[in-house]
Structure formats: structure tokens, C-alpha cells
């Protein structure tokens, strides 16, 4: 009894839990960034998360460390999705409404579909093109009367688009390497330290003492991004996936609501009638790009 009701309800908790917490990060992002610079928002994040996940996995679990090839794949992996990414991606934030900044991570599944065509030699349906075309437009249908209002500026879409571009490169390329069995735990806790070291250098160089304050806004916005985003949204993602790989990608249809919804009630984002349609206009080209769809090999971290 308890079984039937633990299977009944677990899939869609997980997946509600999972896209309010994936959509969660632009505005914890929003609020970190009224105190301090974004590079040292990321590198304290990576720190924290990291050092959690790698305790866990290592000291609690004792799983194996990486070995060999590994460590090289896991340094590319966490350069592209770490480095570049997450660190474009809160640069980005800064001149980008929490709205937007949602809205635009949750189209990452449709680029991804585009680049698997040419580095995974999948086949180019025209789901992937009409998808892609309709999230763009639905994008830059949000953003667009924010433009006139200064709370989004060209150069910041341009930055957060980059960092979109990135991130599906670096899952692409996750999912064309072979890593012989190694725990996606691992891989994640490596790549997130070594993604941060990297970024290290960049962060130092900009660091300017005057313009941080690690005050209360500070510590909430890193350990929300850190501990619920990084580590327990991550966590229940790979659940989903494992659990039903085809219908887990359907949950990421919630996260522009989730993140709409998180931005007007905490940071007082407008919700006006281009905020709706963009939000629908990328519901449906996520919509699109499952059509058909047999397998989902995408970490999100």
C-alpha cells in the first residue's frame, strides 16, 4: 500500500520540487548581486557546493575518485559548464530581470537537440528548427518592452545567450564521452571545483573589496544556489531521468512559470501581456522539441 502510493506520487512531486527549484536560481542570483560582485557570487557557490558534494560522495559513500582520461573530460566538462557558463551566465544577470534569465535557461533543451545533429550526428527533424525558431521569438518577446524600461539591455541577452550556448555545448559533449561507469556524482562534484579553479584567475583580476559586502543577502543568495540548486535540484533531476529518461524533460515545460512567478513575487518583476505571450511561445517550442523524442541524455547541473 504504501509502495502504490510512494510511486504514485513521487514522480510528480520530484518534478514539481525539481522545476521550482531549477527556476529559483535567477532570482537568488538577482538578490547576490545587490551585494556583491557576480564572479564572487559563482566562485563562493562552486566552493560550497563542491566541498558538500564531494564529501558526500567520497568521504560518506567512498566512491572511487576519477582516473586516467577522466580528470581530462571532467577539466573540459567543468570549463564549458562551469567556467563559461555559470559565469557568463551571472554576468549576464546583472543587467537581465530574473524573468528573462529563467525563461532563457529553460530553453537550453532545444539547443542542445540542435547541436546534437552536428557533433552527435543526429538527425536534423524539423521539430529542432521550428522549436528553436519559436523559443528565440518567445525570448525576446519577454525582454522586449524591458528594453525600453533600461531592466534589460542588448549586451546582457547577448551574454546570457552565450552562456545558453555553452551550457549545450558542454552536455553535448558530456554525453559523447565514455566514462566507464563513473558516478554522475563524482563527475558533478569534480566538475563544479574545477570548473570554479579555473574561473578563479578571471575573478581575482575584477575583484574589487568595496563592491562585496558578505552580509545576510550574500550568504542566502550563495547557500540557496549552492545547497538547493546545485546539489537537490541536481540530485532529483538524475532521479527523474533515471526513473523515466523520455517524460523527465516534460517538467522543464514548469520552470518559465516557476521563474515568472519567483521573479514578480520576490524581486517585483512586471508580468505584462509580453511576459505571458513569451512564456507560452517557449512552453510550446519545448513542446516541440520532444516530439519524437526517444531518449534524454542531458545532465543539468
Not at 557570487?41 to 575518485?65: P, Y
Request: proline fraction near 3%; aromatic fraction near 14%; glycine fraction near 6%.
Amino acid at each position: 500500500m504504501h509502495k502504490k502510493i510512494f510511486t504514485t506520487y513521487a514522480w510528480p512531486l520530484a518534478g514539481i520540487f525539481f522545476a521550482a527549484l531549477w527556476a529559483s536560481a535567477s532570482t537568488a542570483t538577482k538578490i547576490g548581486l545587490t551585494v556583491a560582485q557576480p564572479l564572487v557570487i559563482a566562485e563562493v557557490r562552486f566552493a560550497v557546493a563542491s566541498a558538500v558534494m564531494l564529501l558526500l560522495v567520497h568521504v560518506i559513500k567512498g566512491q572511487r575518485l576519477p582516473k586516467g582520461n577522466e580528470w581530462k573530460q571532467i577539466a573540459i566538462y567543468g570549463l564549458l559548464n562551469i567556467s563559461i557558463y555559470l559565469g557568463c551566465y551571472v554576468i549576464a544577470m546583472q543587467t537581465v530581470t530574473a524573468g528573462i534569465g529563467a525563461l532563457a535557461v529553460s530553453t537550453n533543451p532545444v539547443f542542445i537537440s540542435f547541436l546534437s545533429v552536428f557533433f552527435l550526428k543526429k538527425k536534423l527533424s524539423w521539430e529542432v528548427i521550428v522549436s528553436i525558431i519559436v523559443c528565440t521569438a518567445g525570448v525576446l518577446t519577454a525582454a522586449w518592452p524591458l528594453f525600453e524600461h533600461a531592466t534589460v539591455d542588448a549586451k546582457g541577452l547577448l551574454i546570457l545567450l552565450f552562456s545558453m550556448l555553452s551550457y549545450s555545448v558542454a552536455a553535448v559533449y558530456f554525453s559523447g564521452r565514455d566514462w566507464s561507469g563513473l558516478s554522475l556524482s563524482v563527475i558533478n562534484g569534480w566538475q563544479t571545483l574545477l570548473g570554479g579553479l579555473f574561473l578563479l584567475p578571471v575573478t581575482l583580476f575584477f575583484y574589487h573589496p568595496q563592491q562585496n559586502q558578505f552580509n545576510q543577502s550574500f550568504w542566502l543568495s550563495v547557500g540557496w544556489l549552492a545547497i538547493p540548486v546545485s546539489i537537490f535540484a541536481v540530485q532529483l533531476w538524475l532521479w527523474l531521468l533515471q526513473t523515466n529518461a523520455v517524460k523527465a524533460g516534460l517538467w522543464l515545460f514548469l520552470c518559465p512559470l516557476f521563474g515568472f512567478v519567483f521573479a514578480a513575487w520576490i524581486m517585483k518583476d512586471e508580468i505584462s501581456g509580453y511576459t505571458v505571450a513569451g512564456v507560452v511561445l517557449v512552453i510550446v517550442g519545448l513542446i516541440l522539441s520532444q516530439l519524437n523524442k526517444r531518449k534524454n541524455e542531458v545532465v543539468f547541473d
